[in-house]
């Protein structure tokens, strides 16, 4: 009878462990979220690393984002794509091509506007590590998806203690695959072009380009 009552006791330490685990990660979630929303815009210049070592996978580039609200203009991997709010466009300089897509309707697809806020749905979550990158503390918190059906296995959100800002992001595929984020340089408020998510399709055809409408 003791050793039941103290299974019991070990189950419920455990749960409620668990439980104020969660309830730190979402206060720290929510931090970021209201911090990142307080902004008007944000640029980010990143560092992006795919890494698959069974498929002999190791690419790293660099790329940058500007947000605003729903909006976005970023360019990497030698394409630039931007979304006006309702339609995205893709420009490839290399093929000379831009494709125009309405607004994707998935609602699952990480596109780069929600890339600083995707982890608000859909997860589950938990303190993890606390790691010292150069004098700073960045808190990290694991984001395991609910739909069991996801091709992400998990996700740890790296998190400066002190800003409140995304510094890293590591997701990791049910195929081994791991994708990871880190952040050179996170501006904010910046003065930007009235016309900078805007598509001038007039100059794109002057210059050759072939425009592909789906």
């Given at each position: 009878m003791k050793k039941i009552f103290l299974l019991f006791a070990l189950?419920?330490?455990s749960n409620s462990t668990f439980a104020q685990n969660s309830e730190k990660a979402k206060a720290l979630l929510d931090d970021v979220y209201n911090k990142v929303k307080s902004y008007d815009n944000i640029y980010v210049d990143f560092k992006y690393v795919l890494n698959n070592s069974e498929a002999g996978i190791n690419q790293e580039?660099?790329?940058?984002?500007?947000l605003q609200g729903d909006k976005y203009l970023a360019n990497i991997f030698g394409t630039t794509q931007l979304f006006d709010g309702s339609k995205v466009y893709t420009i490839i300089p290399e093929n000379e091509e831009v494709t125009i897509d309405d607004k994707s309707e998935d609602e699952n697809a990480l596109t780069p506007a929600k890339m600083l806020t995707f982890y608000r749905e859909g997860h589950n979550y938990g303190m993890d590590i606390l790691q010292n990158v150069n004098g700073r503390?960045?808190?990290?918190v694991k984001l395991t998806p609910i739909d069991t059906n996801s091709e992400i296995k998990t996700i740890l959100l790296g998190i400066d203690a002190e800003t409140?800002?995304?510094y890293k992001l590591i997701e990791t595929g049910k195929n081994g695959t791991t994708s990871t984020f880190t952040v050179n340089s996170f501006k904010t408020d910046q003065p930007l072009s009235k016309t900078l998510f805007t598509f001038d399709e007039a100059k794109y055809k002057n210059d050759g380009y072939y425009i592909v409408r789906n």
């Open positions: 189950v419920l330490l580039t660099r790329g940058e984002v500007t503390k960045i808190q990290y409140k800002h995304i």
